[in-house]
């Protein structure tokens, strides 16, 4: 016969141990939004939209995984002629769900040149910056790729008919990010989500449920890891600084040299990076002088993730990268992300050039 434990779990149904009280996200937001009493429920919808584009862009990434594979029935994957790109169906899905929840006025996408404006919820309080499949290059490998995501909160003077919202509401610091993180999809769906002066909690997408369950409550980076994640082709272009830090770590005075890992998704680096420790680091460089990533949508919203974790992220110049505000929407930004003692070194080494 079955047990119940003291906190209604039930365990000893057959011989697996089934834990009947776990935390989805649904459940999650919930209580969260329990905690603020004078939160309107607009933000809880909004993720609950959220949360179904990185179900449906799972989904997705599944199928089209499948379809390469097998070449299923309905697919043009011979000629690549009517089979949409995946970065366009995520992209379609991402901008879908977020008109339809209602709740965001103004929206910034990767694939997007301009911003999208929801004119036609004018009450919509929310801006949403994302980048709805990153690292797609490396889809047709097979490596994990990702959605990342950032939300800000409109002022009142924005908000009612015949008021105009444009990217001008957008450029600002990462400080000013109410919530943000990213979803990986690999093996099963990672969902990483933090708000302002929160903590960080990690998701799995149950697929038979369909629902993304608490698995990693209050992530922790370790302060230190030797591991180190950068495009090491680039070398050549890097700065003296650049390369004498990256010396250091492989050819150390005392201790043993660092790993290296590089998947060349950032999505899949900072989600390793966030378990393991170590750092992750696209440094600006000759070819590519304000750097590689941009800012409000892949920097500022990992950047909150990796310091309310206890990390720190930086850019080339050593600013606190949520400090860093964008002059334009896809402005760019060199980066330094992970563990605490780790981007110290990296500072450490800048101010060493610097003298
Ligand atoms: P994308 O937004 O065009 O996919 O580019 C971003 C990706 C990141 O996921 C990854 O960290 C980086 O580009 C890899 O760049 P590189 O191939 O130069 O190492
Ligand atoms: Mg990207």
Same mark, same amino acid.
């Given at each position: 016969?079955?047990?119940?434990?003291?906190?209604?779990?039930?365990?000893?149904?057959?011989?697996?141990?089934?834990?009947?009280?776990?935390?989805?996200?649904?459940?999650?937001?919930?209580?969260?939004?329990?905690?603020?009493?004078?939160?309107?429920?607009?933000?809880?919808?909004?993720?609950?939209?959220?949360?179904?584009?990185?179900?449906?862009?799972?989904?997705?990434?599944?199928?089209?995984?499948?379809?390469?594979?097998?070449?299923?029935?309905?697919?043009?994957?011979?000629?690549?002629?009517?089979?949409?790109?995946?970065?366009?169906?995520?992209?379609?899905?991402?901008?879908?769900?977020?008109?339809?929840?209602?709740?965001?006025?103004?929206?910034?996408?990767?694939?997007?040149?301009?911003?999208?404006?929801?004119?036609?919820?004018?009450?919509?309080?929310?801006?949403?910056?994302?980048?709805?499949?990153?690292?797609?290059?490396?889809?047709?490998?097979?490596?994990?790729?990702?959605?990342?995501?950032?939300?800000?909160?409109?002022?009142?003077?924005?908000?009612?008919?015949?008021?105009?919202?444009?990217?001008?509401?957008?450029?600002?610091?990462?400080?000013?990010?109410?919530?943000?993180?990213?979803?990986?999809?690999? @093996?099963?769906?990672? $969902? %990483?989500?933090?708000?302002? !002066? *929160?903590?960080?909690?990690?998701?799995?997408? &149950?697929?038979? +449920?369909?629902?993304?369950?608490?698995?990693?409550?209050?992530?922790?980076?370790?302060?230190?890891?030797?591991?180190?994640?950068?495009?090491?082709?680039?070398?050549?272009?890097?700065?003296?600084?650049?390369?004498?830090?990256?010396?250091?770590?492989?050819?150390?005075?005392?201790?043993?040299?660092?790993?290296?890992?590089?998947?060349?998704?950032?999505?899949?680096?900072?989600?390793?990076?966030?378990?393991?420790?170590?750092?992750?680091?696209?440094?600006?460089?000759?070819?590519?002088?304000?750097?590689?990533?941009?800012?409000?949508?892949?920097? @500022?919203?990992?950047? $909150? %993730?990796?310091?309310?974790? !206890? *990390?720190?992220?930086?850019?080339?110049?050593? &600013?606190?990268? +949520?400090?860093?505000?964008?002059?334009?929407?896809?402005?760019?930004?060199?980066?330094?992300?992970?563990?605490?003692?780790?981007?110290?070194?990296?500072?450490?080494?800048?101010?060493?050039?610097?003298?």
């Amino acid at each position: 016969m079955a047990e119940t434990n003291g906190n209604g779990n039930t365990s000893g149904v057959g011989q697996e141990q089934i834990n009947t009280d776990i935390i989805t996200l649904t459940r999650f937001l919930t209580e969260e939004q329990t905690k603020h009493p004078e939160a309107t429920g607009d933000f809880t919808l909004l993720c609950h939209a959220l949360q179904f584009s990185f179900k449906s862009i799972a989904y997705y990434i599944r199928r089209a995984s499948l379809i390469n594979l097998m070449g299923l029935a309905g697919s043009s994957n011979t000629t690549g002629d009517d089979q949409k790109k995946l970065d366009v169906i995520g992209n379609d899905v991402f901008i879908a769900a977020m008109r339809g929840s209602g709740k965001c006025r103004i929206l910034v996408s990767e694939e997007e040149e301009d911003t999208i404006v929801f004119d036609e919820f004018p009450n919509a309080r929310y801006a949403i910056v994302c980048d709805p499949i990153d690292g797609s290059s490396n889809l047709d490998a097979g490596v994990s790729v990702g959605t990342i995501f950032g939300v800000f909160k409109l002022p009142d003077e924005v908000l009612g008919p015949n008021k105009t919202v444009s990217a001008q509401h957008l450029l600002h610091a990462g400080t000013e990010l109410v919530a943000s993180g990213f979803t990986m999809y690999g @093996a099963s769906a990672q $969902l %990483v989500i933090t708000m302002r !002066g *929160g903590t960080v909690n990690g998701f799995t997408l &149950e697929n038979s +449920l369909g629902e993304f369950i608490l698995t990693h409550p209050n992530m922790r980076l370790p302060t230190q890891r030797s591991i180190y994640s950068v495009n090491e082709g680039n070398t050549l272009y890097w700065p003296e600084w650049v390369k004498a830090y990256f010396n250091d770590l492989k050819f150390p005075a005392s201790g043993n040299p660092y790993s290296s890992r590089y998947i060349g998704s950032m999505v899949a680096d900072a989600y390793r990076t966030l378990l393991y420790g170590g750092i992750f680091a696209y440094p600006a460089d000759s070819k590519s002088p304000k750097g590689k990533l941009r800012i409000l949508y892949e920097c @500022a919203p990992m950047a $909150l %993730v990796m310091e309310n974790a !206890g *990390g720190q992220a930086v850019n080339s110049h050593m &600013e606190r990268m +949520l400090d860093v505000v964008p002059e334009h929407i896809h402005d760019r930004s060199g980066i330094f992300m992970g563990s605490h003692g780790e981007v110290q070194k990296v500072i450490d080494m800048y101010k060493k050039f610097s003298k």
